[in-house]
């Protein structure tokens, strides 16, 4: 090809060799035009066809990075998440990988989660040779959502299905307390129609593990005489009212300031938790969801009756009442089943069980909610928003 150099009154072509080596004696590049001293050229069409070559390849590198930054973007989401055992403090909200559905199970967008007491037990360790060492964790079991995604081997559900449950997780590996999770089909139910979405999310543990004791374990009909120790939490407040809607005579134990709200629930009687001796009476059906005065409480027992304890901490005692005279004290660690759920929502769509809320909190304020559960004087749930 020829060079072209640009002087101020001329231009000098000088030959050289094209790119197959041959001669060119004319010049291929325009010089029509000065700009500044220079002029614009128009280079050969081969080497004009490798040029936009190469920059079509550039153009494809640059959309294959962009399509991959997008990819794993949307295979992100937000979850509260803590990298050590200690004080709600260790909880941040971060990104982390979304949960995809295997085979049987689906994918759900959470709406809101409830922090429980046994939540805040296993962040802070108390519950560690369950819980392993293995890190970093999630938190949060009950939940309300939709169905987004369904896995192989699913066809008695669809997306966009509202539903609710809770996890049976305590490893850490999943945890509710984020924008997706993943659960087995068959261990969510739809979820009520008459109550908020946000709302329903306070009743699938509590809510089921009072049904199961109710139900099945302690076997309330009507007539009976039931006592709920701990009856303004998750699981009291549900128990107060399905004992109502089985028909049983309700006593509640709780702190004075909730007294109000066992009563409103159906509590035909209340008592201060901090007296367990001032507790009165004989009972069909003993509910104890605090744990700390399980020897008192197994007195009132009547001779032929049960009694059921829901904290964990109680499971020495219960141990224990195996070989003491005297009922035996049960313990019960419920889980979620469609069966169960179907039949809590219901109650709750019968206008027989209603959600108890405490307090509503962002998940950038999960830490909060944590702390606030280990003061153990719960009203209803505290409930975690999920955006």
Not at 2 to 23: L, P
Not at 253 to 279: E, I, R, W
């Amino acid at each position: 090809m020829r060079s072209i150099s640009a002087s101020r009154n001329r231009i000098r072509v000088r030959r050289t060799r094209t790119f197959s080596g041959e001669r060119d004696n004319s010049c291929s590049l325009s010089a029509s035009r000065r700009l500044g001293g220079f002029v614009t050229v128009t280079a050969p069409p081969r080497k004009q066809a490798l040029i936009a070559d190469s920059m079509t390849k550039k153009r494809q590198h640059v959309s294959d990075i962009r399509s991959s930054l997008n990819h794993a973007t949307s295979q992100l989401m937000r979850a509260a998440v803590y990298d050590r055992y200690g004080d709600p403090e260790v909880l941040s909200v971060r990104d982390v990988h979304r949960p995809q559905p295997g085979p049987r199970q689906v994918q759900v967008r959470v709406r809101a989660t409830a922090v429980n007491p046994v939540d805040a037990k296993i962040r802070s360790g108390a519950m560690k040779l369950m819980s392993g060492r293995r890190f970093p964790k999630r938190t949060g079991g009950e939940f309300s959502g939709e169905i987004t995604m369904l896995g192989s081997g699913v066809s008695d559900l669809a997306p966009g299905t509202q539903v609710w449950g809770f996890l049976g997780e305590v490893s850490g590996k999943a945890g509710s307390a984020a924008q997706y999770l993943v659960a087995d089909a068959s261990s969510i139910g739809p979820a009520p129609t008459t109550i908020d979405p946000v709302a329903a999310a306070a009743l699938p543990t509590g809510g089921v593990t009072a049904l199961l004791a109710l139900r099945d374990t302690l076997k309330v009909t009507p007539g009976h005489r039931l006592l709920v120790v701990g009856a303004s939490g998750g699981v009291g407040s549900a128990a107060i009212q399905l004992g109502v809607a089985f028909g049983a005579e309700v006593t509640a134990v709780s702190s004075p300031a909730n007294h109000d709200l066992c009563q409103h629930l159906g509590a035909t009687k209340v008592f201060d938790y901090a007296d367990p001796a001032a507790v009165s009476g004989r009972f069909d059906a003993i509910l104890d969801c605090h744990g700390t005065a399980l020897a008192t409480y197994r007195r009132l027992v009547r001779r032929g009756g049960r009694m059921l304890s829901t904290d964990p901490s109680g499971m020495k005692y219960a141990v224990l009442s195996t070989v003491l005279p005297g009922p035996r004290v049960r313990m019960i660690m419920a889980k979620s089943r469609r069966a169960d759920l179907v039949a809590l929502a219901e109650f709750v769509d019968s206008g027989r069980l209603q959600p108890v809320i405490d307090d509503v909190y962002a998940l950038d304020d999960i830490a909060k909610a944590h702390q606030l559960a280990e003061t153990g004087h719960a009203r209803g749930k505290r409930l975690v928003t999920i955006d």
